[in-house]
């Protein structure tokens, strides 16, 4: 235990900041790697694919959020960094963050379960061979660019608050 001792509250604080940003948003940069997986070997698995996928973000992503904003605000009093650039910059990224979450993914992704599980059905009564439906497919659209545009938020805020504090 050579560094303990010198590890100040603030250092503390900063290192639950941290990770609370992997825990809250780790797993989401290997969802493309999960459903393409999915749809290719069994798409019988995508309704239980996207029923883990929402419960993730209600419960670690939006869990996460909270800590990293209350770790954060911490942070910038304890630091005086409320003027900074940085600062507001995080504010605006988890409310954007929580927004879409809470208004796009989370209902989008129970619809896209809900109509896998239709078309699953569909097959069963007509020959065993899976079509997913165009409506499945937008679904699956919206869910794959509104996930990037936030995986490239999460990046951006990271290389922000890292090169401006
Ligand atoms: C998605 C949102 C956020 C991400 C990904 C994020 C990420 C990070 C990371 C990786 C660091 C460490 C930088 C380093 O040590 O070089 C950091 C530091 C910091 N963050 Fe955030 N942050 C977010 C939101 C916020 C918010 C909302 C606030 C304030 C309300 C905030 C305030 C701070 C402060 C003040 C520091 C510097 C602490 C210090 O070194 O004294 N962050 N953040």
Redesign the pocket.
Known sequence: MILAPAASF?DVI?AI??MA?VIAFGVTFAYPIMFAVGARRDPRSLPVLHRIEYTIERTLINGGLVL??GA??F??SD?H?WSEFF?QW??G??IV?GTLVGAVMIPTAKRAETVAERDIAAAAGGGGQIELSEEYQALVRRLSTVGSLLSAL?LI??LF??IQ?
């Open positions: 603030h900063l900041h941290i940003v990293v904003l954060g605000i942070l910038a630091g960094h600062v995080g504010l990224a988890v963050i999460v805020t990271i608050m890292t504090r």
